[in-house]
């Protein structure tokens, strides 16, 4: 079974840094575009970042760009999310999704994303 397992949420006060992390298992790893998403209260799931495994391209939603970064261990099969400058308004259950192309389309969105794991919450306050 494909299982990607979020960890490293927390509580945090503003201006601090959290580490995100995804475990990817039970899936061809490589060539695999993932990512991580958010959804705070009384809102829609949005996009954050995504990379594509098999050439190292990122993409970054503009609320986060310069904060946070994306970064994957072909090795380890995890893909984590540097976050730093939090704000209350980074406030959100985080997900980790992959999905099977290139990330040539649309990365941020959910469109395609097959596979997602539970979600870990981040609290800024």
């Known amino acids: 079974d494909v299982q990607l397992v979020e960890s490293g949420g927390g509580s945090v006060q503003a201006g601090g840094s959290l580490r995100l992390f995804c475990a990817v298992s039970?899936?061809?790893?490589?060539?695999?575009?993932i990512g991580w998403f958010r959804q705070a209260p009384g809102k829609e799931r949005g996009g954050v970042a995504t990379?594509?495994?098999?050439?190292?391209?990122?993409y970054y939603a503009d609320s986060v760009k310069g904060r946070f970064t994306i970064s994957h261990d072909s090795a380890k099969n995890r893909v984590y999310l540097q976050m730093n400058s939090l704000s209350p308004d980074d406030t959100a259950l985080y997900y980790c999704?992959?999905?099977?192309?290139?990330?040539?389309?649309?990365?941020?969105?959910?469109?395609?994303?097959?596979?997602w794991g539970q979600g870990t919450q981040v609290t800024v306050s």
């Open positions: 999704a992959a999905r099977g192309d290139s990330c040539s389309s649309r990365p941020l969105t959910e469109m395609g994303y097959k596979f």
């Open positions: 990379t594509y495994t098999g050439g190292g391209s990122t």
């Open positions: 039970g899936y061809t790893y490589n060539r695999r575009c």
